[in-house]
C-alpha cells in the first residue's frame, strides 16, 4: 500500500470516531461525553460472579470468592469476599453451596453484620447442593458478603461455590 493510501484510511478513521464528538472536548482516544460515560461504569452498574477455589477449613469471617468471572463496577473486593454497594438501589443476590462430603456445613448470607438467610448441606456421604436468591435494598456502602461454619470444609474441587450480585435499580427504595 502507498503513503497516501494509508495516510487516507487514518485520516477516515479519525474522522469517523470523532464525529460523533461534535460540541465536545477530545481526550486522548475517545471524546470526552463518551469517556465520562465509561467512567460512569462503576457509579452506574454492578454486577459480580465469583467462585471460591479455596477448600480448606472455613474461616470465622466472610468467605473469600478468589476466582472472579464478571465485576462489572467493581463493587466485589476477592480480597475480602465483600460486596460494597456502590449506589444505592435494588440488588439481586445468588449465592451456591456444596459441602464437602463428610460435614454438615451452614453457609450464611449477611447484610451489614445481620444475617439475612441461610443455607444447609448435610453431607452424610454424598456432595449435597444448596442455593438461593434474595433481593435486597442497599444503601451505598451497604456490604454483603456470606460466611460459613467456621472450620467445615466446602467442596471447591468443582465450580460448585460461588457468589453473584447485579444492581436491578438503581435509587432509594
Known amino acids: 500500500m502507498s503513503v497516501g493510501v494509508l495516510f487516507f484510511i487514518f485520516i477516515s478513521f479519525a474522522f469517523a470516531n470523532a464525529r460523533g464528538c461534535e460540541g465536545t472536548e477530545l481526550n486522548g482516544s475517545c471524546c470526552r461525553a463518551s469517556c465520562d460515560s465509561i467512567n460512569k461504569v462503576e457509579e452506574e452498574y454492578a454486577a459480580f460472579t465469583a467462585i471460591t477455589t479455596n477448600g480448606d477449613a472455613l474461616p470465622n469471617g466472610p468467605i473469600i470468592y478468589d476466582k472472579v468471572v464478571t465485576n462489572v463496577g ?52 454424598r456432595h449435597e447442593v444448596a442455593s438461593n436468591t434474595v433481593y435486597l435494598s442497599l444503601k451505598k456502602g451497604d456490604e454483603v458478603y456470606t460466611k460459613g461454619t467456621e472450620g467445615k470444609k466446602l467442596y471447591a474441587a468443582e465450580p460448585y461455590n460461588l457468589f453473584s450480585g447485579v444492581l436491578i435499580k438503581k435509587g432509594n427504595f
Open 74 to 125: 467493581k463493587a466485589y473486593s476477592a480480597r475480602s469476599g465483600i460486596f460494597r454497594a456502590p449506589v444505592p438501589g435494588v440488588y439481586s443476590f445468588t449465592f451456591s453451596l456444596m459441602g464437602f462430603h463428610s460435614n454438615t456445613v451452614y453457609m450464611y448470607l449477611y447484610k451489614n453484620n445481620a444475617e439475612v438467610t441461610r443455607l444447609y448441606t448435610n453431607g452424610g456421604g
